[in-house]
């Protein structure tokens, strides 16, 4: 199902077809320095990743992580979406992308466009992020589209120190 569509991308949810390439993104190189490894190897990890993470969200919330893909091409190219944590108060905004598409002004269209969502469609009123903290490109898009920097957090069952940025709704 499409949800988001901008200029030159489309965010839609998830499905099992999408299993392949969420296999990839979830073990590239900058997926596992600053999002960590989430154990998803084989196809059937990257389906159960899919059922029991943005499908479940979406059909407690409403919302979730949507594959990002390049609107013309329909080239999948990485995630953004809103997230319910556990271990953060607020919905959180989310965002990953291929090494081969970063640099090109996609994860910014999709994390603005996400938070227009998040905002207008589905109401929030404080939408969070949080980054490694030598995760500098993510902090600087989080800037970029209106995010202040809030503090350092270490949420439960993390070893390492996040940087807690937020967006409040006026």
């Known amino acids: 199902m499409k949800v ?8 839609r949810w998830l499905s099992i077809d999408d ?19 989430k154990g998803v190897k084989t196809l059937e990890d990257a389906k159960n ?7 479940d969200m979406y059909s407690r919330l409403g919302f979730g992580l949507y594959l990002i893909e390049l609107k013309d091409e329909g080239i999948p190219i990485g995630m953004c979406g809103l997230i319910k944590r556990d271990s953060l108060e607020d ?3 989310g965002f990953a ?9 996609y ?14 469609q589905i109401g929030l009123k404080r939408i969070v992020a949080i980054t490694s ?12 589209i209106g995010m202040k920097w809030e503090g350092n957090i270490l949420p439960p069952n993390n070893l390492k120190e996040l940087k807690l940025y937020a967006y409040e709704c006026e």
């Open 107 to 120: 994860a910014y269209e999709a994390a603005s466009a996400t938070m227009t969502y998040g905002i207008e």
């Open 97 to 105: 992308l291929c090494s081969s598409f970063q640099s090109k002004g």
């Open 91 to 93: 919905v959180d905004l």
């Open 19 to 37: 299993a392949p390439f969420i296999r990839n993104l979830l073990n590239e190189p900058s997926w596992l320095r600053f999002i960590g490894d």
């Open 4 to 11: 988001i569509e901008t200029n030159r991308l489309i965010l």
């Open 133 to 144: 903290m030598d995760n500098h490109d993510s902090s600087k898009l989080l800037e970029k």
């Open 49 to 55: 990743y899919i059922l029991t993470g943005p499908m």
